[in-house]
């Protein structure tokens, strides 16, 4: 008998979006510019993925700062939809130690954790509001949004998780090519912090701690992703995406 999922009461109306990072990889487009600023096509990472939190229903988005964070504030100082709440960082505090960070501005409730320079299109479905659906809170502290390794854009790497057939994850197995990569979109639950350091740390180190215990969970996109982790990579998407809705005035 398949067991019946717990889900949330509604999808959540809270989300992290990850905008501290200097984007390095970028340069020379980074050096004088947040990486979350940099468009792709007419509308800059960050927005497409504030307009996605939007579509969702989404009300309420904390955004943490800091390389060149007052450039993002002033550039989202006019969204309110989703309202907008800065966590600033004096200190780089990456993935993890950002949402800590933050932690207090995010609630009791699962929310959403996005990374702010995440490119996605939906597939027949809104892959947040999958997210909503999948979910089940006696099961999981974790769920993830993951995309073929071989057919993501952009990407050159080697994945990153195993899923099993309930959803269930496992790291990649060293020196293989994992059928999986995280796509930086996410629904995570307070209570996976509850024993998390301080200071600066990687989302890594707790889902591994998940994983352990059996509570990191994945849901597979059914629409298209894109790396945007160089010049090159960011023309490549912005090519498929131009060439995919000529003509129209989909909100891509």
Known sequence: MTKQRTKTLKPPTTAMVLAAGYGTRMRPLTDTLPKPLVRVLDRALIDRVLDRLEDAMVEKAVVNVHYLGEQIEKHLKSRTSPKIDISREEELLDTGGGIIHALSKLGKNPFYAVN?????LNGYKDALLRLAQHWDDTQMDGLLLLHSTVEAYGYDGMGDFV???LGGLQRRPEGEVSPYLF????????RLFKNAPSGP????????EAIEVGRLYGVIHDGEWFHVGTVESLKEAEDYIQARYA???HRS
């Open 163 to 165: 899923i099993d057939p």
């Open 116 to 120: 702010s320079d995440a490119l996605w």
């Open 247 to 249: 003509g129209t005035r």
């Open 183 to 190: 796509t930086g979109v996410q629904m995570l639950h307070p």
């Open 201 to 208: 740390f990687s989302m890594n180190r707790l889902y591994d």
